[in-house]
Structure formats: C-alpha cells, structure tokens
C-alpha cells in the first residue's frame, strides 16, 4: 500500500504525559498536512511543511506541540504535557506541490485519548 | 470572515441525485476548492476539486459560479454506500497568510 500511514492508529495517555506521533507521506509528495478533528466537526488545520521547511502554524499549535520532518521525508507531532482537550482524531495528508491545486491524500489518523 | 458553510445533514434515497452546497464568501484568489468525502474512523477520502464553472469526474460533478462565494458537490444516483460526511476544503487568506479551511461537514444519510 503506497498510500499515506499513521502510526500509532491509537494512544491513549494520562494527563501530563508527552506523545509522538509519525506520519509517512506518499513518497513522491513533497507538501505534508497535520489536521486535528474532534468529534462531529471537520478537520482543522494545524500546519504544514513542503519537503523539509515548516511553512504555516495555525494559532491552534500552541506551544506544546511541536512537528519537524527531518530530511523532508515522514513527519512527527509531538505533544507535551497532555491536556483532555487534546483529545481528538490527528489527521495528516500529503500532496504534490502545485500552487493552489492542492489534491491531499490523507491517512487513516491516529486517535489520542487523554484520561 | 473567513468561514465555509455547509448544510448539518440531507437525507436521501438510493438513485437520487443529491446536490450539497458549501458557501465561501472570502475564498481566496487563484485557490482551488476540493470536497472529500469520510466514513467514522476514517481519514477524509478526495472527491473532486475545481477552481470555476464545472467539473466532472467518474463519482461526481461540481459547479462553481462566476463569483465562486460558493460551490455545490453533486452526487448522480446515490447509493447506501454514499452515507458519509461530505467536506468542501478552500484556501483563505488571513491577517497576510494562506488558510486552508474545512467545512463543518454535511452529514448524509442514503435510505434504501
């Protein structure tokens, strides 16, 4: 499957707690997404790299989250200091760098719990 | 403000043609609109994607007016497959930055 993977599919973590999160891209794409959904909304943007470079953070990144993609290949988000408001589906998605015309390929996400 | 609309739900029955209209006053210029379609636990699947007037492809069309505030996603002859939340996804521009925004989801439910 040459499709975009999520790993872990689940987490669940106590409040406090740091987790990381691995994204792998299609390999030929060089724009990656992270999108954060909860329950009965629409994914929301977090950032997004092309190839190695964080281009864009949405003021929902707060400074507990960090993501890189070392060498512009997968990507990890990180967590620090879990709060239940974390609590969501993360999403990421990938696509060829083509202006505007953006046709993203997202994974399955992973699920975090925080209890 | 940058916001897209959606209709919370529709319902249907299988054959019907649905149509599923999406409002973005302020989408941004050159930017292309995109609707996914995504099934519970699922990531979001691409539908189609279009920037003015009419698109189609083999699962569905999309028409955009001259003034693209909004959009609307068809869907021929529906089947019970089809129930899903259905997005449209546009490109704002925000205090100076490029914003990509999802609709809040137009929940669809094919009956038989």
């Known amino acids: 499957d040459t499709g975009v993977s999520q790993d872990p599919r689940h987490k669940i973590t106590k409040r406090g707690q740091n987790v990381t999160f691995r994204c792998d891209p299609i390999s030929e794409h060089n724009r990656l997404y992270w999108y954060r959904q909860t329950l009965g909304q629409g994914p929301e943007f977090l950032t997004y790299f092309q190839n190695e470079a964080q281009l864009e953070k949405s003021r929902l990144l707060s400074d507990r989250f960090s993501a890189e993609r070392p060498k512009g290949s997968f990507s990890t988000l990180e967590i620090q200091r879990t709060e239940q408001g974390d609590s969501a589906m993360y999403l990421c998605?990938?696509?060829?760098?083509?202006?505007?015309?953006?046709?993203?390929?997202f994974g399955p996400g992973t699920r975090l719990t925080v209890t | 403000l940058a916001k897209t609309t959606q209709p919370i739900s529709m319902d249907s029955y299988e054959g019907q043609e649905v149509n599923i209209t999406c409002s973005h006053n302020?989408?941004?210029?050159?930017?292309?609109i995109t609707w996914y379609q995504q099934f519970p636990s699922q990531g979001p699947r691409f539908i189609i994607q279009g920037y003015k007037t009419k698109v189609t492809n083999e699962v569905a069309s999309l028409f955009i007016p001259a003034d693209r505030k909004s959009s609307t996603l068809s869907l021929p002859r529906v089947s019970l497959s089809d129930t899903a939340v259905y997005y449209c996804l546009v490109g704002f521009v925000m205090d100076s930055s490029y914003k990509l925004i999802f609709g809040s989801g137009t929940r669809l439910l094919v009956r038989p």
């Open positions: 998605a990938s696509s060829e760098r083509s202006g505007r015309r953006y046709e993203q390929y």
């Open positions: 302020n989408i941004a210029t050159n930017d292309y």
